[in-house]
């Protein structure tokens, strides 16, 4: 097993716990497909440019995203 | 969020995750590749799952009759916004991290701010089941991850 993996397993799984009450199989789902798109050759810089490139939303956009679904608009219109 | 069943399908996913983690994993790897397979992958992981929680927020805010009180929207928000700026400063942190290991430099590790936007993340999320407010997993699509320069 991969230190990598090793670090992050812990993490995940001490999460476990409380996330069983909160969506745990949404997060698992995405941590899956995550650690499956991992790359062995990656480089400082590419590092840097896959950290920027993390979508973080606003909050309140989301709200509004979340709002504009329920009501079945287009959000970005 | 749904809770019903999920405690069996998440120890599925684990032994999953193990599995798939194994075989994935059994290459040589830059530090790189372990700095973003660490601390990279934790923190988009993190922004997913704060994004579809606050999306859940926001449509759990507009049924009807509506499933949050103006109260509960209001306090759901604080600890929306609370996870943002978490997230954004681990992800500075991470940037400036990744940049000075580029020039060859020892900086500290990230690990902090990464795990307290985590924390941040998991209080969200209690939250959040506390009022009993659904997932926004139906309307969820897997993201890329955009390596190498260049915007998504």
Request: proline residues 6%; contains cysteine.
């Amino acid at each position: 097993m991969s230190p990598a993996l090793i670090a992050v397993l812990p993490q995940l799984l001490n999460a476990v716990p409380g996330l069983l009450n909160a969506g745990a199989e949404v997060y698992l789902r995405v941590a899956e497909a995550r650690l499956k798109k991992q790359r062995a050759d990656m480089t400082w810089d590419e590092f840097v440019s896959a950290v920027r490139n993390i979508p973080i939303g606003d909050v309140d956009a989301l709200i509004a995203e979340g709002v504009a679904r329920m009501l079945g608009q287009d959000p970005e219109a | 969020m749904r809770r019903r069943g999920c405690a069996w399908y998440g120890c599925a996913l684990v032994a999953l995750l193990l599995l798939t983690g194994c075989a994935g994993n059994s290459e040589p790897r830059t530090a790189a590749a372990e700095a973003w397979g660490t601390w990279g992958m934790a923190l988009d992981i993190s922004a997913a799952v704060y994004e579809q929680a606050m999306i859940g927020v926001g449509m759990a805010s507009a049924t009807q009759p509506p499933l949050i009180t103006p109260a509960q929207l209001a306090e759901l928000r604080v600890a929306g916004r609370a996870v943002q700026l978490a997230l954004e400063g681990a992800r500075t942190a991470l940037v400036y991290y990744g940049e000075a290991m580029a020039r060859g430099e020892n900086p500290p590790s990230p690990k902090a701010l990464v795990l307290a936007a985590h924390r941040e993340v998991y209080a969200l999320l209690q939250l959040a089941a506390k009022y009993g407010v659904e997932y926004a997993g139906e309307g969820y699509t897997e993201r890329p991850v955009y390596v190498g320069g260049g915007e998504p």
